[in-house]
């Protein structure tokens, strides 16, 4: 589905990615997992057109997509959860949905989003008309995935997940990408490598801007690299 080849990107004259490689199939649970500064979130910019790669190429369906504008690469099918959740507090929950679908023209096809992702996340339709900000931590995670999802993704990618969540609501927002599993492929950024590595069905280890390691969730969990360097081992 993804496809990225030798992908450069920096800011200003400073590299950041140095040749980097991925790929995420279709139906997939995929997580890219590092440290502080590894580089995840701008491989996610990268891919949803918010930066400009330096070198390389991504392909996404077939299309090589690293030179047209972000507004495009979302109609393709790719909505990005961005770090930190950027919810908009003072804002209905109803309306922070409603901007994740402003590529879609038809409000009946808005109707249906909306209907579907209630299904997935009924907290978020009994309190769709109060602020954004009156949700818990975990719950304004959800509405943040729940709004990548309003675009009709084929692809969503997840950046931090887990960031600034309690333990067992790291879980619990993990349980939920086990549902919508079935709807969209995922692309997970993540510092929690245990938690993630568990749910991937296949994984990357970014170090420095490089590729360390990959593959299963379960063979990473086993590697030396991430037993040793993330896992305290
Ligand atoms: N706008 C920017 N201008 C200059 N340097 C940047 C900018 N954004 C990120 N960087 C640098 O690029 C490197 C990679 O940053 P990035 O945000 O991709 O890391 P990350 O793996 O997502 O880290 P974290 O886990 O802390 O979110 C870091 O050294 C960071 O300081
Ligand atoms: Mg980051």
Do not use: C
Not at 69 to 80: D, F, N, Q, T
Not at 98 to 106: E, V, W
Not at 165 to 173: I, N, Q, S, Y
């Amino acid at each position: 589905m993804l496809k990225v080849k030798n992908l450069k990107v920096g800011y200003g004259n400073v590299p950041v990615i140095f040749d980097f490689s991925f790929q995420v199939k279709q139906g997939d649970i995929v997580a890219i997992v590092g440290s502080n500064g590894a580089g995840k979130s701008t491989l996610l910019k990268t891919i949803s057109g918010i930066l400009k790669p330096t070198g390389g190429e991504i392909q996404f369906m077939g299309e090589r997509i690293d030179t047209i504008p972000a507004y495009k690469i979302v109609e393709k099918g790719i909505s990005h959860v961005p770090e930190g959740r950027q919810v908009f507090g003072k804002m209905s929950i109803k309306d922070n949905l409603l901007l994740g679908a402003f590529t879609i023209k038809s409000e009946e096809q808005k109707t249906k989003l909306l209907k579907d992702v209630y299904e997935i996340f009924p907290i978020l339709e009994e309190r769709q008309d109060q602020k954004a900000e009156t949700l818990s931590g975990g719950e304004q995670q959800m509405l943040a995935i729940a709004r990548g999802l309003m675009s009709n993704p084929k692809l969503l990618m997840i950046d931090e997940l887990s960031l600034g969540l309690a333990p067992f609501l790291v879980d619990k927002v993990m349980d939920t990408l086990k549902i919508i599993r079935n709807k969209v492929t995922i692309l997970l950024v993540e510092q929690k490598v245990q938690e993630v590595l568990e749910i991937a069905d296949w994984g990357y280890v970014v170090q420095n801007g490089r590729l360390a390691i990959e593959g299963t969730g379960e063979e990473l969990l086993q590697s030396d690299i991430v037993k040793k360097a993330y896992l305290g081992l």
